[in-house]
C-alpha cells in the first residue's frame, strides 16, 4: 500500500521515443498495464500531462514503483540509423522548455511531499540511478530498453539545483 509518507524517490525517466502520448498508453495497454508508466509525461514543447495522482503507484522503475514518483520527458534517443531501420542512440534531447516543466514538476512533488508530512530526505536521480540488480527479475520492457534513461545525469543536476 502506498502511502505519501513512504514515498523516497523522484524518478527522471525519457520515453525513448517521440510517439504520441496516445500512442504511449496504447503500448502500456498492451503490456497489460493498469497503471501508467509514469505520473507526469512532459511533451516537446513542455506541456505537462499529468497521468497519475501522487498518491498512486505508477510504473516505471520496477521494484521501486511504491516508494517513487516518476516523471518523465519525451524523447531522450536519437536516431543514428535511417528511416526504414532506426537504430536508437541515449541522447538528451530536452527542449529549454522541458527542462523548465522538469523543474516544475519536482517542485510540485516535493511540495505535495511536504504538504503529506512526508520527512524522507527525497532522492533525485535517473532511472539508471537505480540499482540494476533489483530491476532484474525476468521481465525485460522493450519501452526502457535503453538503459541510459533518461539520457542525462540527472542525479547530479538536479539534487545539486534544487
Ligand atoms: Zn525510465
Redesign the pocket.
Known amino acids: 500500500m502506498r502511502t505519501a509518507k513512504g514515498i523516497k524517490y523522484i524518478?527522471?525517466?525519457?520515453s525513448?521515443g517521440f510517439g504520441t502520448l496516445d500512442s504511449i498508453r496504447a503500448f502500456w495497454k498492451s503490456k497489460g498495464w493498469r497503471s501508467p508508466?509514469y505520473h507526469i509525461l512532459i511533451d516537446t514543447d513542455g506541456t505537462i500531462h499529468y497521468l497519475l495522482d501522487f498518491s498512486k503507484t505508477s510504473n516505471?522503475?520496477l521494484g521501486f514503483n511504491l516508494e517513487t514518483i516518476?516523471i518523465?520527458y519525451k524523447g531522450g534517443v536519437e536516431n543514428i540509423g535511417t528511416l526504414r531501420e532506426p537504430i536508437w542512440k541515449a541522447k538528451d534531447t530536452r527542449t529549454e522548455a522541458q527542462k523548465a516543466a522538469l523543474e516544475t514538476c519536482i517542485e510540485e512533488a516535493k511540495k505535495w511531499l511536504q504538504k503529506n508530512k512526508n520527512t524522507n530526505k527525497i532522492i533525485i536521480q535517473?532511472?539508471?540511478d537505480f540499482s540494476p540488480d533489483k530491476n532484474k527479475n525476468g521481465i525485460i520492457e522493450s519501452?526502457?530498453r535503453i538503459k541510459e534513461?533518461?539520457s542525462f545525469d540527472a542525479k547530479k543536476e538536479y539534487n545539486e539545483k534544487i
Open positions: 524518478a527522471i525517466h525519457c525513448a508508466g516505471g522503475v516518476n518523465c535517473g532511472h539508471r519501452w526502457e534513461c533518461p
